[in-house]
């Protein structure tokens, strides 16, 4: 059975942190593309950040990042525990929202890393972050 137990949200004031974490089984973890995305009450998923399952010619992982987290957020992975982190700092209550990781096999080596939620095969059950002013 595919799973992915996503953790870690909870109560934070503005301008603090916490890190998320999800830990993926059932499934071959550093064969797929990692995504967090969100949902914030009312609106439509919103993707956040993105991993790749290995870095090219044996370089360092690219991540990317939606706008409104750059330099706030860093995702990254460890394969070894089939986990995948989202370390966000500087929090602000439009943060607020529930935290869902997603799971995309890789099947190319240029597989683009998909920020369309359609794409992913496999979704955590999402952990709440509440960030208050």
């Known amino acids: 059975e595919v799973q992915l137990q996503a953790s870690g949200g909870g109560l934070v004031q503005a301008g603090g942190s916490l890190r998320l974490s999800c830990v993926g089984s059932?499934?071959?973890?550093?064969?797929?593309?990692m995504s967090w995305f969100r949902q914030a009450p009312g609106k439509g998923p919103e993707w956040v950040s993105g991993i790749h399952t290995v870095g090219i010619n044996a370089g360092r992982r690219q991540t990317y990042y939606a706008d409104s987290v750059k330099g706030r957020f860093t995702i990254s992975r460890d394969n070894a525990k089939n986990t995948l982190f989202l370390q966000m700092n500087s929090l602000k209550p439009e943060d607020t929202a529930a935290y869902y990781c997603a799971a995309r096999r890789r099947t190319a080596v240029f597989q683009i890393l998909s920020q369309k939620k359609d794409d992913y095969d496999y979704w955590g059950q999402g952990t709440l972050v509440t960030v208050s002013s």
């Open positions: 059932g499934f071959i973890f550093g064969s797929y593309d």
